[in-house]
């Protein structure tokens, strides 16, 4: 019998979106619909004095108009992680102060886009600027103005919180005795390096729609990835209890980390509830860019030693993190740059990590694919060149010598976690020797590098870097499924893991069709409805395939044991003999009897010691088994212009046995575009006064 | 707000249209959803559909300037019981991952392959070059369009 895993079945959604068919969050039409639209602050920094709505509450068809003053006031988080989120609470929904452009003022709800337009512009506002800081090496200056001067603000775990000095997150973490390492070093470099503002500019922008459906409750259609903590997060912000509202995702047209936040479900819920009617908001794309999430900048001062053996021995990786006006993933982004990227040095026996995230009048980091470690990687990967460059070693060997490797383990994994300490870890498998190998014969290392193959003005170059990330959080992420068999032997999979184009859904059927002995389409998966399936942290962290997989083949084990029940009385076997599960049969091998799964969905459901075959089953991990990659990259530079052409990218992976290869290539080539125009292409430039021009 | 005929994958349709109103607009108030806003500036093809044949923006279309020609949405291809074959070849070569680009792609490909049965890669990317996709890095979508070209020239 053919597996199921191990090989690119279709993406179940994927004919549905092929003919436009499969519904993302706008693409339902409900009766009486109205339209939210947003008012944003023109200052980076300023006091409300006075706003005044009352000639736009008056505009015929104007629902309803939001300002600070009529919304609940409570602090929390926008990063959609678990509780207590490691993100300071210091959000509100609506606020008396602005605290960078683009930052919400008002919001109006109408019968039209076109009204609700007109009325943003009849509110009178009156602001006391105030002064603003732009550079995160301002913001930590003695007479910084202070973003976040409300009494409330607060970091709700034990982890070093001081608005009053802009410090939204703070880490000091060590092994071993940094300055005796880097006296130990035979070379030291050091450098800074900074990284800058990035979007992630799904195609589908920032999108909530929500109703109050037959009984009352509130329902939130959103492209979200987190939807059981916006269900948690909306009833701490605005007080609607959880059990009234319901969170829905349907497709959604992209995330990145973008959408792990709770950026709209506030006020789409808010408006539903108080005036009965179904509300919709979504961001504009300028919007999208200046008003969403985006990937935080850090500064990084790096300070490597390595011994004339091409050994890295000391590293001291001091990162000041921008935040932005809120502390969106402050704490946890910035630990990240140390925690997946330092443990790949493990030869080094001093080791330290700083981190400092600040609060500045500028847009709000958040979850950005890579997660921190795109920053550190970028410092390190550069530093790794220019130290093999001072020993006369190829940076490949420099690589190859430092890189942790198989049944090796860091201190960093446990000194570094998500918001607490992490988990003390051995590398179980390590594909970066074959990864390298296979990348330098692609990309024909050794006929190109350091050649400088010029064509009059131009000339090319290859280079590489090597990558480590990790797969879920240990000890916090939890993921959960259930399945249920059908009167046809097909089943239902419910699961809380959210697809976001990923392939998730397909994935996730694919465990539990090798797992019970059928195909992939014997399986109906609905995946991410608070009412319907059950809890998932979400789509974050590369958790989905090892976390929400590992629940979902749990699942399948529990209803295969219930599944060879029936079969053996049905056959009037002595429960110890040994059933398999293969094409749709339960078979007994020794004596070739064998019945179907409608047989025993029949039986089960309607002739004799009924009950309903199926099984629930959640997972946590005590482990983050890291992914690995070795990535090649053959440019072409125009010294006269600056011009810089990538020529050929070579990206080889360990991701661990794929389930599903196609997808998982998928995966790395939209990261690999994704990375190659966030080094060459994309940035955000901000004039004097904090705007994005 | 008057009434307009509007040709929408080969039916005469009468649809109610208020001075500038958008084409993407009046298309997705008239059950098309497979046009997509992505953002609403001719930047990233979400909303593309075919006019007489050749691929415009939709949201830069003002619908009222339309009436009488004929429009192509994703929905007029090919449905998920009998998909064309474009919308197979995406499928099959992996070449959709959240799906909203999807039927701007598509669409500009079939007008791409009408014109030119056997496009070079160089060409598929100067068809696609109006096409944001932010999932994919477009490799698969590139080999989804070229596994057709043959099947186009032999047709």
């Known amino acids: ?247 829905i995702k349907p497709r959604i047209g992209g995330g990145f980390g973008g959408k792990q936040e709770i950026l709209l479900e506030d006020i789409v819920a808010l408006l539903a509830y108080r005036l009965r009617k179904p509300v919709k908001f979504q961001y504009t ?175 090319r170059g290859v280079g590489m870097v090597c990558l480590m990330q990790g797969s879920s959080i240990p000890e916090i992420d939890m993921g959960a499924a259930s399945i249920k068999m059908n009167d046809d032997g097909s089943f239902n999979l419910l699961v809380g893991a959210t697809d976001l184009g990923t392939g998730s859904d397909t994935i996730l059927a694919q465990i539990a069709a090798e797992t019970l002995g059928c195909k992939t389409e014997d399986f109906i998966v609905y995946s991410s409805d608070t009412d319907i399936t059950p809890f998932d942290v979400g789509a974050y962290a590369s958790s989905t395939t090892y976390l929400s997989g590992a629940a979902v083949m749990d699942t399948a084990n529990k209803v295969k044991e219930q599944i060879i029940g029936v079969a053996l009385e049905m056959m009037g076997l002595n429960k110890k003999e040994v059933i398999e599960l293969q094409n749709r049969f339960a078979i007994h091998k020794k004596s070739g009897k064998k019945v179907s799964f409608r047989e025993i969905a029949y039986y089960s459901l309607y002739q004799k010691n009924q009950f309903q075959i199926g099984a629930i089953a959640s997972k946590i991990t005590h482990k983050s088994p890291p992914p690995f990659a070795a990535h090649f990259a053959e440019v072409e530079v125009d010294e006269e212009t600056g011009k810089v052409k990538v020529v050929k990218y070579v990206s080889v992976t360990d991701c661990g046995i794929p389930i599903n290869p196609r997808l998982a290539e998928g995966q790395v080539e939209g990261a690999v575009i994704n990375g190659i125009s966030y080094a060459l292409t994309e940035e955000y430039i901000f004039n004097k006064t904090g705007r994005i021009l | 707000m008057r009434k307009y005929s509007l040709i929408i994958n080969q039916e005469k349709k009468r649809v109610h249209i208020e001075p500038g109103d958008i084409l993407l607009d009046v298309l997705r108030r008239n059950g098309y959803k497979g046009v997509k806003r992505g953002c609403g500036e001719g930047e990233c093809g979400a909303c593309i559909v075919l006019l007489d044949n050749k691929p415009v923006n939709s949201c830069l279309i003002l619908a009222a300037s339309v009436e009488n020609r004929e429009i192509t949405t994703i929905e007029g291809l090919g449905s998920v019981d009998k998909p064309h074959p474009l919308q197979k070849a995406f499928v099959e070569k992996g070449a959709i991952q959240c799906g909203f680009c999807t039927p701007g792609i598509i669409l500009v490909a079939k007008s791409l392959l009408d014109c030119n049965p056997n496009p070079t890669e160089e060409e598929i990317k100067k068809a696609l070059d109006g096409n944001l996709c932010r999932c994919t890095g477009y490799v698969k979508i590139i080999e989804a369009v070229k596994s057709l070209c043959k099947i186009y020239g032999k047709t």
């Open chain 1, 285 to 459: 794309r300028q919007e999208e860019f200046v008003s969403s999430r985006t990937r935080h900048p850090q500064i990084i001062k790096l300070k490597t030693g390595i011994k004339k053996n091409g050994i890295i021995n000391a590293i001291d990786m001091d990162v000041l993190m921008n935040n932005g006006a809120y502390g969106a993933h402050a704490l946890t982004v910035g630990c990240n740059s140390g925690s997946k990227c330092l443990p790949m040095f493990n030869k080094a026996t001093d080791i330290r990590f700083q981190l400092k995230t600040v609060y500045t009048n500028l847009p709000v980091g958040g979850a950005y694919r890579g997660y921190g470690a795109t920053q550190s990687y970028f410092a390190m990967g550069v530093q790794v060149d220019e130290l093999s460059e001072a020993i006369g070693m190829d940076v490949v060997e420099v690589w190859r010598k430092n890189h942790i490797k198989e049944g090796e383990g860091s201190p960093v994994f446990q000194m570094l976690g998500e918001g607490r300490e992490g988990v003390e870890m051995k590398i179980g498998s390590c594909g970066l020797p074959e990864c390298i190998n296979i990348g330098l014969k692609k990309i024909d290392w050794y006929n190109k590098r350091r050649k400088k193959i010029r064509n009059k003005n131009k000339v």
């Open chain 1, 1 to 247: 019998m053919v597996s199921e895993v191990f090989h690119s079945v279709n993406k179940i959604d994927s004919l549905g979106l092929a003919c436009g068919v499969e519904k993302f969050t706008d693409d339902i039409d409900l009766r009486d619909m109205l339209y939210v639209k947003m008012l944003s602050s023109p200052y980076a920094h300023a006091k409300i004095k006075n706003i005044d709505t009352s000639k736009a509450e008056s505009v015929p068809g104007v629902k309803a108009v939001l300002t600070y003053k009529n919304v609940p006031r409570v602090a929390h988080t926008t990063a959609g992680q678990g509780f207590p989120e490691p993100s300071p609470y210091d959000t509100y929904i609506l606020d008396s102060k602005v605290r960078f452009v683009g930052d919400r003022v008002a919001f109006v709800c109408a019968e039209t886009e076109k009204i609700a337009e007109q009325a943003l512009k009849l509110i009178n506002l009156e602001y006391e600027v105030l002064k603003p800081v732009f550079d995160p090496r301002d913001a930590l200056k003695e007479n910084a103005p202070i973003i976040h001067n409300e009494k409330d603000a607060k970091m709700i775990i034990p982890m070093f919180y001081d608005p009053t000095k802009n410090i939204c997150a703070a880490v000091n973490a060590s092994v071993g005795d940094i300055n005796k390492g880097l006296k130990e070093s035979d070379i030291v470099i050091e450098n800074e390096y900074e990284i800058h503002y990035a979007s992630h500019c799904c195609i589908e922008t920032h999108i909530a729609i929500a109703y109050i459906d037959e009984r009352g409750r509130i329902v939130i259609r959103t492209s979200t990835q987190v939807p059981f903590h916006v269900r948690r997060i909306i009833y701490q912000c605005t007080g609607i209890p959880i059990k009234d509202i319901r969170v």
